[in-house]
């Protein structure tokens, strides 16, 4: 199976929130990714509000105003206890961020292993506490993205990012180590 074939989800499964804007924008809700904000307005001190979500679905993009990220879990699914080897059924979802932690350090750089672990365990400790900079933002915004187009129990949820959070401190090596994006780019390119 191709990466790209993990990627679609079914827009019965969306959030109204979403629906509605992917309908409303003509989007193919099966291919929705959440772009990176132009690094360049970055650099210049803008910085586009967390909850704004660049939409693309491959041709066509615009925003959606994401819902807190607290308020997006649905169900009362338990995560399954071996969720730390990638269990099949959660291995799009896992895929799903991951694809998306490459193009943003395609966009801003690459970013460390410890940068990483501190913001994914930020994120499953504190789903909207304060932005750490923008490359969390924008891991907020995946994460609200994938909780949008898939009903993900707020157990599932934590596991699914304090899983990462390990992963990402599994390859830490030192302040400066960046095997975590290593290990990612091997696997998806």
Same mark, same amino acid.
């Not at 509605?20 to 307005?41: F, H, Q, Y």
């Not at 959606?64 to 699914?77: F, I, S």
């Not at 995946?142 to 898939?150: G, K």
């Given at each position: 199976?191709?990466?790209?074939?993990?990627?679609?989800?079914?827009?019965?499964?969306?959030?109204?929130?979403?629906?509605?804007?992917? %309908?409303?924008?003509?989007?193919?809700?099966?291919?929705?990714?959440?772009?990176?904000?132009?690094? *360049?307005? !970055?650099?210049?001190?803008?910085?586009?509000?967390?909850?704004?979500?660049l939409?693309?679905?491959?041709t %066509?993009?615009l925003?959606?105003?994401?819902?807190?990220?607290r308020?997006?879990?649905?169900?009362?699914?338990?995560p399954?206890?071996?969720i730390d080897?990638?269990?099949?059924?959660?291995?799009?979802? =896992?895929?799903?961020v991951?694809?998306?932690?490459?193009t943003?350090?395609?966009?801003?750089?690459?970013?460390?292993?410890?940068? =990483?672990?501190?913001?994914?365990? +930020?994120?499953?400790?504190?789903?909207?506490?304060? *932005?750490?900079?923008?490359?969390?933002?924008?891991?907020?915004?995946?994460?609200? !993205?994938? !909780?949008?187009?898939?009903?993900i129990?707020?157990?599932?949820?934590?596991?699914?990012?304090?899983?990462l959070a390990?992963?990402?401190?599994?390859?830490?090596?030192?302040?400066?180590?960046r +095997?975590?994006?290593?290990y990612?780019?091997?696997?998806?390119?």
């Amino acid at each position: 199976m191709k990466t790209d074939d993990l990627f679609k989800f079914d827009p019965a499964d969306f959030d109204p929130s979403l629906l509605e804007v992917v %309908k409303a924008g003509g989007l193919d809700g099966r291919k929705l990714t959440a772009m990176c904000p132009e690094s *360049s307005r !970055l650099h210049a001190g803008a910085t586009l509000p967390r909850e704004r979500v660049l939409l693309h679905d491959g041709t %066509k993009a615009l925003h959606w105003v994401a819902p807190p990220l607290r308020t997006l879990p649905r169900g009362d699914q338990v995560p399954p206890r071996d969720i730390d080897h990638y269990p099949p059924e959660y291995a799009p979802l =896992f895929f799903y961020v991951e694809k998306h932690v490459l193009t943003l350090c395609d966009a801003y750089g690459d970013k460390t292993d410890a940068e =990483f672990e501190e913001w994914y365990s +930020n994120l499953r400790r504190r789903p909207d506490g304060r *932005s750490l900079g923008e490359c969390h933002d924008q891991i907020w915004r995946v994460l609200a !993205l994938l !909780l949008a187009m898939r009903p993900i129990s707020q157990a599932e949820y934590e596991a699914i990012v304090g899983q990462l959070a390990r992963s990402a401190g599994h390859f830490r090596m030192g302040p400066a180590s960046r +095997n975590y994006m290593d290990y990612l780019r091997k696997t998806f390119r």
